[in-house]
């Protein structure tokens, strides 16, 4: 069992946004804003799509965005497409000095 | 650009340790502000934190592995190092070695399958 809880799926037509969100505790997710997610293509390693909250790594597309409000962060993706599919993880760093991972999310385009 | 390569055996006997390799290349391991680090992941499931380490050789480890896991550094072989003993099937999975700012991670290993099996 993950400490970061994720929905285990979700779906979106091409071109519509989805929310995948990411609940913590107020120990990890809503104590400090260190939250990153990564996006992970089957067989692949995982790619960081968002780090701090809200920062996007050079080369990622501005679809990607990052909230959180309280324990509980959000990875939006707007304009989805086929190529988004794909499993996408959060992580945070915890009040005992190490990170966590959430346990993942599928995202599915339909 | 910066690469990572893990290597090291690809199974392992039940109460044994299990000892990987990572090589970096195309940047300093010693860089200031990076630290490197093992992630795994079991077949079919999700991603774990394993430890990092900093150039200097601090070391910070997932509480549930502490007792198990050692992370060593040799910065004139740009190379660091996992060690996890006592391993069991619950072991048995992707290991990844990568780089980040102990945060996050923004690079990646291809990761290596380690298989616990007698």
């Known amino acids: 069992q993950s400490a970061l809880t994720q929905p285990a799926s979700v779906s979106g037509s091409p071109g519509q946004s989805i929310t995948i969100s990411c609940t913590g505790t107020?120990?990890?997710?809503?104590?400090?804003?260190?939250v990153s997610w990564y996006q992970q293509h089957p067989g692949k390693a995982p790619k960081l799509m968002i780090y701090d909250v809200s920062n996007r790594p050079s080369g990622v597309s501005n679809r990607f965005s990052g909230s959180k409000s309280g324990n509980t962060a959000s990875l939006t993706i707007s304009g989805l497409q086929a190529e988004d599919e794909a499993d996408y993880y959060c992580?945070?760093?915890?009040?005992?000095?190490?990170?966590?991972f959430g346990g993942g999310t599928k995202l599915t385009v339909l | 650009q910066l690469q990572l390569q893990e290597s090291g055996p690809g199974l392992v006997k039940p109460s044994e340790t299990l000892s990987l390799m990572c090589t970096v290349s195309g940047g300093s391991i010693s860089s200031s502000g990076y630290y490197w680090g093992w992630i795994r992941q079991p077949p079919g499931k999700g991603l774990e934190w394993i430890g990092t380490i900093y150039y200097s050789g601090s070391t910070y480890y997932n509480p549930s592995l502490q007792s198990r896991v050692t992370i060593s550094v040799d910065t004139s072989k740009s190379q660091f190092s996992l060690k996890l003993s006592s391993v069991t099937a619950a072991d048995t999975a992707v290991y990844y070695c990568a780089r980040g700012n102990y945060y996050y991670t923004d690079v990646w290993g291809k990761g290596t399958t380690v298989t616990v099996s007698s």
């Open positions: 992580s945070s760093y915890t009040s005992t000095n190490s990170l966590e």
């Open positions: 107020s120990s990890d997710v809503g104590a400090y804003n260190y």
